[in-house]
């Protein structure tokens, strides 16, 4: 195995407690990932010595608080490859950067008729805010398919871009782990004079992401699946469009001056910060990102490739065509993502059962409702693997497959 897992489950003291009597066997990353003991201390820390609001104290504890945020700030940009700290915009998760980028950037440039292209494996996050627009502006959605091997299906892409403002697409399938063709479509929406928008939620949690290299506009993703807390997520954009863009939500940091008359709007990227902005979790954000460079991205992502190609393997060996693995069939071609159905027993029922062995894992629409519509299954299980899962965690979640399995067939 690439990672040390055994020594890498000793970080994350949730998995050192016992559930219904068994250890307790997390396969629901892609839903929110657990918190190393580096995260959770460095938060304690910020609490117990430094907290202060920021920006605004000339004391010292003010100043450490500031710093902390900043630290927090430039960290994530150099673990994205921005090219500075100012195009590092907090929001509170990644459906709140995507609303930012529909309702701040599109209000301001979208006019009725105007297509906006998604793709039909998107999160609803990168969905409802573009539906709003259909309500109020009267944009066009245009929508990419997915084909029958979990593949975006780019035969009519010319076609689906051409006079296109924004192509807004997932980096990584939440429910399929199907990593796009990123490069592909940020060309040809710029080539179609659209601007490129990425949900990378699934992404940067488990491959090395370099927002540079894709050249995109905006990049949105969240912190609390990445090692991080709750309650942070980074809105990334090039410089040039997030000073073209009109602030989003108003009021506190994001003003430089007001008057009866109005405001001035803050520089980058604090006119994007309304409000007390998540500072402790802005601290937690930075330790995560510390603690998975420590780990190494080629070597996250080469674990994943490997455990996933090992459940793939087993639950096909011990399952047959009784098991039903939706989306791309190589490992290489996904993360570690797999969501299923046992026969025609509902994914609800199969978890709970997992629940009595320790197994965690999502059962549902997996808030993408029109990919569910295109794969023909109202709800699947998704179990997602993660830097401190192995292959006794497949294991057990094989083993909870089969006691489901008996329970209801018997
Ligand atoms: C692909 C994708 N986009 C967006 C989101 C939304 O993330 P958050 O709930 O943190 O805003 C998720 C979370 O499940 C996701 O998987």
């Keep these: 195995?690439?990672?040390?897992?055994?020594?890498?489950?000793?970080?994350f003291p949730i998995l050192e407690r016992e559930v219904h009597g068994g250890r307790l066997v997390y396969l629901d990353s892609a839903n929110t990932?657990?918190?190393?003991?580096?995260?959770?201390?460095a938060m304690a820390q910020y609490y117990e010595q430094s907290n202060a609001n920021v920006h605004r104290g000339t004391y010292l504890i003010a100043e450490e608080a500031?710093?902390?945020?900043?630290?927090?700030?430039?960290?994530?940009?150099?673990?994205?490859?921005?090219?500075a700290a100012r195009e590092v915009v907090f929001t509170k998760n990644a459906t709140e950067a995507l609303n930012l980028v529909a309702k701040a950037w599109g209000r301001a440039n979208?006019?009725?008729?105007?297509?906006?292209?998604?793709?039909?494996?998107e999160h609803h996050a990168n969905i409802v805010p573009w539906?709003?627009?259909?309500?109020?502006?009267?944009?066009?959605?245009?929508?990419?398919?997915?084909?029958?091997?979990?593949?975006?299906?780019?035969?009519?892409?010319?076609?689906?871009?051409?006079?296109?403002?924004?192509?807004?697409?997932?980096?990584?399938?939440n429910v399929l782990g199907t990593i796009t063709p990123i490069e592909r479509l940020v060309g040809a929406a710029h080539a179609a004079g659209a601007i490129a928008v990425i949900d990378a939620s699934q992404f940067v949690p488990h491959l090395a992401t370099d927002v540079r290299d894709w050249g995109a506009d905006f990049v949105a993703f969240t912190g609390h699946k990445m090692c991080g807390p709750t309650g942070i997520g980074?809105?990334?954009?090039?410089?040039?469009?997030?000073?073209?863009?009109?602030?989003?939500?108003?009021?506190?940091?994001?003003?430089?001056n007001v008057t009866k008359e109005g405001f001035t709007a803050n520089e980058l990227p604090w006119k994007f910060e309304a409000g007390t902005p998540p500072i402790a979790e802005a601290v937690g954000l930075g330790a995560a990102v510390d603690y998975l460079s420590s780990l190494g991205m080629d070597a996250v992502r080469a674990h994943e490739?490997?455990?996933?190609?090992?459940?793939?393997?087993?639950?096909?060996?011990?399952?047959?065509?009784?098991?039903v693995i939706h989306g791309p069939a190589e490992a290489t071609e996904r993360g570690g993502v797999i969501s299923f159905t046992y026969r025609d027993l509902h994914p609800h029922d199969l978890t709970q059962v997992f629940d009595e062995h320790g197994v965690c894992v999502r059962a549902g629409h997996h808030c993408a409702k029109p990919l569910m519509r295109v794969l023909g299954a109202p709800a699947t299980a998704r179990a997602s693997l993660y830097v401190y899962n192995d292959e006794a965690d497949v294991d057990a979640l094989a083993d909870a497959i089969a006691a489901a399995a008996d329970f209801f067939t018997r």
Excluded: C
């Design 1 to 11: 195995m690439s990672l040390d897992v055994a020594a890498i489950k000793k970080d």
């Design 33 to 41: 990932s657990q918190k190393p003991r580096a995260v959770l201390d």
């Design 66 to 83: 500031t710093a902390a945020l900043e630290g927090g700030r430039a960290k994530v940009a150099r673990f994205i490859g921005a090219g």
């Design 110 to 121: 979208l006019r009725a008729g105007d297509p906006v292209v998604l793709t039909e494996l």
């Design 131 to 173: 539906h709003q627009l259909v309500e109020e502006i009267g944009i066009e959605l245009r929508w990419i398919p997915v084909g029958g091997d979990g593949h975006l299906d780019l035969r009519d892409l010319d076609r689906l871009v051409d006079g296109a403002r924004i192509v807004s697409f997932a980096a990584m399938s």
């Design 234 to 256: 980074v809105l990334w954009g090039t410089e040039t469009i997030l000073d073209a863009t009109p602030p989003f939500l108003t009021g506190g940091e994001m003003i430089l």
């Design 305 to 323: 490739v490997e455990l996933t190609g090992y459940a793939l393997r087993l639950l096909h060996a011990r399952f047959g065509d009784d098991l």
